[in-house]
């Protein structure tokens, strides 16, 4: 009776399956940092591994939909990962614009009240005559 050799063969697989899992997840993570089009294609090309594998991997197929999503949502060509804004940048922004619109807001009355002053000034002056 032969020894029984199968965790040599469970082992490899797992190192095989561990390393085109990385493989993967590297030519994601160059893909959106470099700011390429994101698809099932180009990571499964990168990566050297099978579209259908990419499709069997839950987390990796979440990540490829998320990025893909984003680009699609984009106008031009897509932003690597560095350039795109943080939420809290967006929301600095946001608040900066709300304050301008206040602030012009506020000028714009008080020009309308000088205006309304000059018009009422000029319609004395024009009825006194």
């Known amino acids: 009776m032969h020894a029984d050799n199968s965790h040599h063969l469970i082992a490899a697989a797992q190192r095989r399956h561990?390393?085109?899992?990385?493989?993967?997840?590297?030519?994601?993570?160059?893909?959106?940092r470099e700011g390429g089009a994101v698809t099932f294609q180009i990571i499964a090309q990168k990566a050297q591994v099978s579209r259908s594998w990419l499709y069997t991997q839950p987390d990796l197929c979440a990540e490829i939909r998320r990025l893909r999503d984003l680009q699609?949502?984009?106008?031009?060509a897509p932003l690597p990962a560095s350039q795109r804004s943080t939420d809290e940048s967006l929301r600095r922004r946001l608040e900066v614009a709300?304050?301008?619109?206040?602030?012009?807001?506020?000028e714009n009355q008080r020009i309308r009240q000088q205006l309304e002053h000059a018009l009422g000034r000029l319609r004395a002056s024009t009825t006194a005559r």
């Open 18 to 32: 561990e390393t085109t899992r990385a493989k993967a997840t590297q030519a994601l993570r160059d893909l959106d």
């Open 72 to 76: 699609r949502g984009a106008i031009g």
């Open 98 to 106: 709300n304050a301008r619109v206040r602030d012009l807001t506020a």
